[in-house]
């Protein structure tokens, strides 16, 4: 069964910024893209790292590793060498706090 946690508050996350937290032994990285927040995997699909070190371009983080592009709203790999889609959480925002969604 799912719930919505809260992982931070919308100041912590400025526009064009991302921060990664860990719920449920799960690696999640949150990303404001334009004051929408969109929360993805904080693991790249191709050889496992942390993407929280890469870069926020508009709606797509890239890996730190060997430069996979990822979009945050949806996941979908966008350049190589990744070809697995990372895994996206639903995200709501109520009170300045932000939630995800988590098993
Ligand atoms: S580990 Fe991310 S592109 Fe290789």
């Given at each position: 069964?799912?719930?919505?946690?809260?992982?931070?508050?919308?100041?912590?996350?400025?526009?064009?910024?991302?921060?990664?937290?860990?719920?449920?032994?799960?690696?999640?990285?949150?990303?404001?893209?334009?004051?929408?927040?969109?929360?993805?995997?904080?693991?790249?699909?191709?050889?496992?790292?942390?993407?929280?070190?890469?870069?926020?371009?508009?709606?797509?983080?890239?890996?730190?590793?060997?430069?996979a592009r990822?979009?945050?709203?949806?996941?979908?790999?966008?350049?190589?060498?990744?070809i697995v889609?990372?895994?996206?959480?639903?995200?709501?925002?109520?009170?300045?706090?932000?939630?995800?969604?988590?098993?």
């Amino acid at each position: 069964m799912s719930d919505f946690v809260k992982v931070a508050t919308i100041s912590e996350i400025p526009p064009r910024s991302m921060k990664s937290f860990e719920v449920n032994y799960t690696r999640v990285l949150v990303c404001n893209v334009r004051g929408h927040f969109y929360t993805v995997a904080d693991e790249c699909s191709h050889d496992s790292a942390p993407i929280t070190d890469g870069k926020l371009e508009n709606d797509q983080v890239v890996c730190p590793r060997h430069g996979a592009r990822f979009s945050v709203v949806d996941g979908s790999v966008l350049g190589p060498p990744a070809i697995v889609p990372i895994d996206t959480f639903n995200t709501k925002i109520e009170n300045d706090n932000i939630y995800i969604e988590v098993d």
